[in-house]
Structures are given as structure tokens and as C-alpha cells.
């Protein structure tokens, strides 16, 4: 036991450094995990690491896929429905399709209901490896919105494939219209348990007498509430933790209060931190294990195998997302879609952000060993390599060369004629003038008698005209010195208070309560001032 908890925290102390080498290298963190994983995985001595596929389902993708629900905007998520369902649901069966055809064609002994298990194991991208790759480049806001939309979908239906593929290969026999049915009932029913669960923990947000601790740990409880009941009936518990979260999360500023969204976003940024570099840590560790069972002829066999297979993941992706570009232009002819002429580069874009991660290998590692027949479950080492090899040309090589693709292409925004600075500044005005003219209309006769009040005047009347500073700031490359001068003094003045309170805290006659209250309110000070100018550094 000890051994295991020292194991983990060693390997928890080696993923924030990694992640510090990703910051300074400036290449995405899940590359780098990866490639950390493997490179240690390769070390002699070193214990080796297996993943539980059933851990990775249960106590990790809950919190991930729901911590990215409560991320994604509702908005933008409806905005581009069609794009973000289409690729995942149909998209991931066309390409469990044709990585099914492919490798029966190519891989002796591979029949058709193995292709499409491994088909269903590989074809859904991952949420977490696009988005932080994204996030490194200037793209589009429509493009992560995509991306992330269709992140939080295709787990399903991939895993839904993989289900039917499995009993296929298992029992010798596959009805494609109870597979259908089957299809419709499981996503239909997921969704039904997500957003019924999500509805208690509503309710009971809402009308309980709860504190921002006891919100905070319900908001742990409701992903796996909803995983485990949707899974118990066998229906699909990334479709319920997916419409619990969306639901909960586009109702949260009615169930928590100001102090339960501040401490749940910090919590839980903490905690999908780590999730989420244990899981692809973990990826580059498995190394070991998959090689195990093959000798040198099957291992040169299976890489053949597996560039191959890589490169049929691309190619459909890139095509999947030009023929949907196509079809987007044909179709707007006779429906109201989002964009009607998307054109080729931020498909093209979209297509090389097809990265492959934690989900596909621990699908691939829930294969049984035996059949029920006690037989072997036939090819699973190959399976399993082949997805090894998949996500790490996927992640690293598409990873590493698509900020240099976003450049080549030059993609600009085209659904904000605002910047984002501008629109920033619009916002903070408006919310200013409003509140001053509610003052002046409401309250008016008793800021004359109020000396707070008159203070509190005074603050919106200075916020809008240092607003008015910042907008005409922007407009002049001269105005970008006065602003970081102000950040300058600002954190300085910051700093002085802090070390005033921490005199005070020395002497006896002050509570360090108190203290730590005041220290509290400098920091979210600093955080302000810091998201004062964050579009504008």
C-alpha cells in the first residue's frame, strides 16, 4: 500500500514538472505527458504501471466529461448543433466503418466485427488533447467550440460501437436492427437519467440550506450519480453526465451562490488538472504492457499495422470535415444553417484537430482476455498496439504541427466584428453606467444624505471615465505603456498592504481571522486588476 501511494505522488511530483517544461517549451501539456510517460516507461527498474480500464471509466471520465459540460457555453454549443452532432454521432460511425473495412483488408485474420471494435476504440477524438492544443494557437472561437461540443458527444457513441462490436465478436452473430434500436435506446435513455438526476441535485441545490463546502462536494457527487445510474441499466452514462452538466451548469447562477461558484471553480480546475495529467501520463507508462505478448516479427507487424491505420484516422477525419463543409454550402440552400459558406481552411483545421486520447486506450484495455467460451479473445494485442500507435501519432505528430497549420492558413475570426478587448470594455461600461443611472434615478435623495452611497458614485463615475481611458487606449499603440504602468503601481500598492497586514497580524490585540479575511480581498483585488487588461497584454 505504501509503495502505491508513494508510486503515485512521485508520479503526481513528475507531472507538474512537465507541465512546467510544456509552459517553457511552449508546446501543449498532454504531448509532453505522453512522451514523459513513455520516456520513463523505458527507465530499467522502474515499476511498471497498469491501467484499469475500469478506473479510467468510473473515477476518471465522470469528473472530466462533466467538468467540461459546466465549461462548454450553452450558447455556442446551440449555435452549431448540427456540426457538433453530425461529427458526433455520425461522423464516428462513418469512420468506425472505415477503419472496420481497412483492417480486415489489411491484418490477417481480422473479421469485419473485430474492425469495427477497433473502429469504435479509435474513431472518437479527444476533448481535453484539442482543447489545450487550441488554446496555444489563435483560432476562432467557433472552432474550440466545436471541438469541444463534439468532445463531449462522441465518447458515447464510440463506446456504444465498441459495445455492440464487443458482443458481436464474442457471441458470432450481429443484427443490425437491434444494434439501431439498441443505439436510440441507450443515447435516448442516458439522456433522460442525466437530466433526472440533474434534476435532484437541483432541487435540492436550490431549495436546501447548503454552504458552499457542502455545494462544492455535490457537484463531485451528481457525475458519478449520473454515470452509475445510466450505467446500471446499461445505458449511456457519458450522455447522462453530459446533459446533467450542461443542465446544472446553464442553471448554476439560480442553485449556488457567489462563494460556492468561486470556491467550485477553483476546486475543480485543481482537480481536472491532475486528472486530467494522470490519465495522459499513464498513456506513455502503458508502453510496457502492450508490448508484452509480441515477439520481434509480430512487433515490426503490428507498428506497419498501426501507421497504416493512423493514416486511414487522418485522411477520413480531413475528409469528413471538407465533405461537411460541401454538404454545409448545398444544404443552406434549403435550411437556415450557422454559416453557409465555411469554406476549406477552418474545416481543414478542424480535420488535423482530430487528436486521440485516454478514452480509445482504456476502451481497448477493457477488452477481456478470454472469451466466455474460455478461449482467447482473438487479435486483442494487436488491438491494443494499434491503438497505442494511433494516439501517439494523432496526439503528438498532429499536435506538434497543427499551430504551425493555423499559421500556414491564416484563419480569422468571423463571428465577433468586435475584439475581444473591445468588447470587454463595452460590457464593464455598460454595467457601470447602468448601475450609476439606477443611483441617479432611485437613490438619488439619499446620496445626498449618505456618505457611502456618495462614495459609491464617486467609484462609477471614475470606473466610466477610466474606461473611456482604456478605450481610447486601445485605439493607440500609446496608450498600451499607461495601462501596463498602471498594473505596475497597482500590484505594488497591493503588495504594500499585504506587508501592512502582516505587521498587524504580529501584534496581539488583532485576530488573524480578520487578517486572513483582508489578505482574501487583496488577492481577489490582484485577480481583478490582472482580468482588468487580460485581452488587451
Known amino acids: 500500500m505504501h509503495e502505491s501511494i508513494i508510486l503515485y505522488l512521485s508520479l503526481v511530483v513528475v507531472i507538474m514538472f512537465l507541465v512546467m517544461l510544456a509552459q517553457r517549451i511552449k508546446i501543449a501539456y498532454p504531448i509532453v505527458l505522453v512522451l514523459g510517460g513513455l520516456a520513463l516507461s523505458l527507465v530499467p527498474g522502474l515499476p511498471s504501471v497498469e491501467i484499469d480500464p475500469q478506473l479510467i471509466f468510473l473515477i476518471f471520465l465522470p469528473p472530466l466529461l462533466y467538468e467540461a459540460a459546466w465549461q462548454t457555453s450553452w450558447k455556442d454549443f446551440w449555435k452549431w448543433r448540427r456540426v457538433i452532432g453530425s461529427f458526433a454521432f455520425i461522423i464516428v460511425i462513418f469512420t468506425s466503418c472505415v477503419i472496420a473495412y481497412v483492417s480486415q483488408a489489411i491484418i490477417p485474420g481480422f473479421t469485419l466485427a473485430l474492425g469495427f471494435l477497433l473502429g469504435g476504440i479509435i474513431?472518437?477524438?479527444?476533448?481535453?488533447?484539442?482543447?489545450?492544443?487550441?488554446?496555444?494557437?489563435?483560432?476562432?472561437?467557433?472552432?474550440?467550440?466545436?471541438?469541444?461540443?463534439?468532445?463531449?458527444?462522441?465518447?458515447?457513441?464510440?463506446?456504444?460501437?465498441?459495445?455492440?462490436?464487443?458482443?458481436?465478436?464474442?457471441?458470432?452473430?450481429?443484427?443490425?436492427?437491434?444494434?439501431?434500436?439498441?443505439?436510440?435506446?441507450?443515447?435516448?435513455?442516458?439522456?433522460?437519467?442525466?437530466?433526472g438526476i440533474a434534476l435532484i441535485f437541483y432541487a435540492i441545490l436550490r431549495w436546501l440550506p447548503t454552504t458552499p463546502s457542502i455545494d462544492t462536494i455535490m457537484t463531485f457527487v451528481a457525475p458519478y450519480a449520473m454515470y452509475i445510474a445510466a450505467e446500471e441499466f446499461h445505458f449511456s452514462g457519458v450522455i447522462a453526465v453530459v446533459t446533467g452538466g450542461l443542465f446544472l451548469s446553464r442553471n448554476q447562477h439560480s442553485i449556488l451562490s457567489h462563494l460556492s461558484r468561486i470556491q467550485g471553480i477553483n476546486v475543480w480546475s485543481t482537480v481536472g488538472f491532475v486528472l486530467n495529467g494522470i490519465v495522459f501520463m499513464l498513456i506513455g507508462l502503458e508502453l510496457p504492457v502492450i508490448i508484452q505478448?509480441?515477439?520481434?516479427?509480430?512487433?515490426?507487424?503490428?507498428?506497419?499495422?498501426?501507421?497504416?491505420?493512423?493514416?486511414?484516422?487522418?485522411?477520413?477525419?480531413?475528409?469528413?470535415?471538407?465533405?461537411?463543409?460541401?454538404?454545409?454550402?448545398?444544404?443552406?440552400?434549403?435550411?437556415?444553417?450557422?454559416?453557409?459558406?465555411?469554406?476549406?481552411?477552418?474545416?481543414?483545421?478542424?480535420?488535423?484537430?482530430?487528436?486521440?486520447?485516454?478514452?480509445?486506450?482504456?476502451?481497448?484495455?477493457?477488452?477481456?482476455?478470454?472469451?466466455?467460451?474460455?478461449?482467447?479473445?482473438?487479435?486483442?494485442?494487436?488491438?491494443?498496439?494499434?491503438?497505442?500507435?494511433?494516439?501517439?501519432?494523432?496526439?503528438?505528430?498532429?499536435?506538434?504541427?497543427?499551430?504551425?497549420?493555423?499559421?500556414?492558413?491564416?484563419?480569422?475570426?468571423?463571428?465577433?466584428?468586435v475584439s475581444a478587448q473591445e468588447q470587454d470594455v463595452i460590457i464593464r461600461r455598460k454595467l457601470a453606467k447602468a448601475s450609476l443611472d439606477l443611483i441617479n434615478t432611485k437613490y438619488l435623495r439619499e446620496v445626498d444624505e449618505n456618505e457611502l452611497l456618495?462614495?459609491?458614485?464617486?467609484?462609477?463615475?471614475?470606473?466610466?471615465?477610466?474606461?473611456?481611458?482604456?478605450?481610447?487606449?486601445?485605439?493607440?499603440?500609446?496608450?498600451?505603456?499607461?495601462?501596463?504602468?498602471?498594473?505596475?503601481?497597482?500590484?505594488?500598492?497591493?503588495?504594500?498592504?499585504?506587508?501592512?497586514?502582516?505587521?498587524?497580524?504580529?501584534?496581539?490585540?488583532?485576530?488573524?481571522?480578520?487578517?486572513?479575511?483582508?489578505?482574501?480581498?487583496?488577492?481577489?483585488?490582484?485577480?481583478?486588476?490582472?482580468?482588468?487588461?487580460?485581452?488587451?497584454?
Open 123 to 195: 474513431s472518437p477524438p479527444d476533448a481535453v488533447a484539442t482543447t489545450s492544443i487550441l488554446q496555444n494557437v489563435k483560432v476562432p472561437k467557433r472552432l474550440i467550440a466545436i471541438a469541444e461540443g463534439e468532445s463531449l458527444l462522441n465518447d458515447a457513441s464510440s463506446l456504444i460501437v465498441f459495445r455492440f462490436a464487443l458482443v458481436a465478436v464474442a457471441s458470432g452473430r450481429f443484427v443490425l436492427t437491434d444494434a439501431v434500436g439498441s443505439f436510440f435506446l441507450v443515447i435516448g435513455m442516458g439522456f433522460a437519467v442525466g437530466l
Open 293 to 417: 505478448g509480441f515477439g520481434e516479427a509480430s512487433l515490426g507487424e503490428a507498428i506497419k499495422y498501426g501507421l497504416i491505420i493512423s493514416a486511414v484516422v487522418i485522411i477520413t477525419r480531413i475528409a469528413s470535415t471538407l465533405g461537411a463543409s460541401i454538404f454545409t454550402v448545398f444544404i443552406s440552400r434549403f435550411i437556415t444553417t450557422a454559416d453557409s459558406s465555411p469554406g476549406y481552411r477552418m474545416p481543414l483545421i478542424f480535420g488535423w484537430a482530430g487528436m486521440r486520447g485516454v478514452v480509445s486506450l482504456a476502451s481497448a484495455l477493457s477488452i477481456p482476455i478470454l472469451l466466455d467460451s474460455g478461449q482467447p479473445f482473438p487479435q486483442r494485442n494487436i488491438i491494443l498496439f494499434i491503438t497505442f500507435i494511433v494516439i501517439l501519432v494523432t496526439l503528438v505528430f498532429q499536435g506538434l504541427t497543427l499551430p504551425a497549420l493555423v499559421r500556414l492558413l491564416k484563419v480569422e475570426e468571423r463571428d465577433y466584428e
Open 454 to 537: 456618495q462614495s459609491l458614485k464617486f467609484k462609477l463615475e471614475s470606473d466610466i471615465g477610466f474606461l473611456d481611458h482604456v478605450r481610447d487606449s486601445e485605439v493607440s499603440d500609446a496608450g498600451h505603456p499607461y495601462i501596463g504602468r498602471y498594473q505596475e503601481i497597482t500590484k505594488e500598492l497591493l503588495e504594500h498592504k499585504r506587508h501592512i497586514l502582516h505587521q498587524f497580524n504580529k501584534k496581539e490585540a488583532y485576530e488573524e481571522e480578520i487578517i486572513r479575511q483582508h489578505l482574501a480581498q487583496l488577492d481577489l483585488e490582484e485577480e481583478k486588476v490582472r482580468q482588468q487588461f487580460l485581452h488587451i497584454e
